[in-house]
Structure formats: C-alpha cells, structure tokens
C-alpha cells in the first residue's frame, strides 16, 4: 500500500503511446463499470476512446494503492458542478483526495489526503494562442503582463497562467462557474506563486498552494492543494503508471 499524508502529493502520469498492449488493455477493460464502458463507447474515435479506458483504468488502479478496495469496487460521485469525488459509502477511502487532467497523449491523477486538490495539464505546442484569447480569460495583470513577455515565450507563458487557472477552479470544485478574470496569479522572485482572487470570490488567497511542473518538452501542469492547519515542507512525488 502506498503511504500519504494530508502534507505530500502525488501526481501519476500516463502517457497513452506507451500503453498499447492488447492484453493490457482487456485487462483495463474488465475494471470498468457498466456505465464507464457505455461511456467509453459513446466517443467517435479511436483515440478518445482508448484516452477514456486508460484514464479510468488507471483511476481506479492507483486509488486501489491507497485503500483496501479493490479496482472493481470503486465508486464515485459528483457535486453540482461534476467534480469528481470518491463516494462517501466507500469508508475505507475516507479522506483521500483526487483530481484527473488530460491533454495530447498524456493522463495525470493527483492524489493528497483531507484537502481539496486540482490538477491541469496542458501541451503549450497543441495550438496557438494569442493576446486577443488572453484578454477574454485571464485578468488584467496577466494580460499586461504576456504582453511583455517577448513573443516567442508567450505561449508558454499563456499556458502557465492556463494551467494554474484551471487548476484553482478544479480545486475550488465549481469549474467555470468561476469567473477566471475574476482572480489572477503573479510571479515572486523566488519562483514563489501567488494567488490574487476578488473578493466577490469569497475565497482567501493564502487558502491554497501551488505547484508548477514542466513534465515533457511540450506538457506543462499545475496543482493547486488547500493548505493544511499545520504545513511543513509539502512536495510533490511524481511517479509513472506501469505499462
């Protein structure tokens, strides 16, 4: 059994090119549940479809590594805005927390324990963005300042403000229904990351910490994990799913 605390988290990655094998994948196949497989079956290609069964899979996989339930008897559950969680019947998973961000060929699970935990991953190379796409979304600071970042670090840039983005409104559980120009994320000189939220927000910026990480040349990711009472030194452990 894995070990974790409410001050570690750990983030597993998937990169779906590697998990070809048949026999892998029936296996995968056999720890869906009914819905999850009807769900799976709902998507037109190919490629989202196996995206769909690897991430499942390796849901219920990996949370089997942190509780006495086996992969098949997970359950879980949804709050108003459709954040995931694990179903409170489950009480041998009580207090373990997750969130779940795909993009181009790679899947990240975060895990921590008794605190609210979001994750994003993005390609920065998948499509290109803009000033104008920036100033739809992001807040006023971030515009100004992706406007002087030089050109050919914008787009990394976009992503980095992106990523923490989702991954506040991920750990808050209310999705867009969080205005993302409504908060917005700067930069210390000690690559600290600092969060700004309106107040109509009715939220504290010092509730939450976050994570940046590069994880390929073209994937970068953000967590963002409630704080706990008493934190020492918090990490990330990062490990790889088995293919």
Not at 41 to 47: G, Q, V, Y
Not at 153 to 173: D, N, P, V
Request: net charge neutral.
């Amino acid at each position: 059994m894995e070990k974790i605390d409410s001050e570690q988290i750990h983030l597993w990655l998937a990169y779906l090119d590697e998990i070809r094998d048949s026999r892998r994948l029936a296996e995968y196949q056999l720890l869906l549940s009914q819905e999850e497989l009807r769900q799976q079956l709902r998507f037109h290609f190919e490629r989202d479809r196996h995206r769909y069964l690897v991430t499942r899979a390796m849901l219920r996989i990996v949370l089997s590594l942190y509780a006495a339930v086996p992969p098949l008897k997970w359950k879980f559950q949804v709050n108003d805005y459709g954040k995931p969680s694990i179903a409170s019947e489950l009480t041998a998973a009580r207090g373990i927390e997750f969130n779940v961000s795909h993009a181009d060929g790679l899947v990240a699970l975060a895990i921590t324990r008794e605190r609210s935990i979001g994750v994003d991953v993005e390609n920065v190379h998948a499509r290109d963005v803009d000033i104008d796409l920036a100033e739809r979304y992001f807040a006023p600071t971030e515009v100004q300042a992706l406007r002087t970042t030089p050109r050919e670090h914008q787009q990394h840039k976009f992503f980095e403000y992106w990523t923490l983005k989702e991954s506040y409104i991920k750990a808050r559980g209310m999705g867009l229904a969080i205005p993302l120009d409504q908060f917005s994320f700067g930069f210390g000189p000690d690559a600290s990351i600092v969060l700004t939220a309106n107040p109509s927000l009715g939220d504290r910026s010092d509730r939450w910490r976050f994570w940046q990480l590069q994880l390929t040349n073209d994937h970068v990711a953000a967590i963002c994990v409630e704080r706990s009472r008493v934190e020492h030194e918090a990490h990330v452990r990062v490990s790889k799913l088995g293919t």
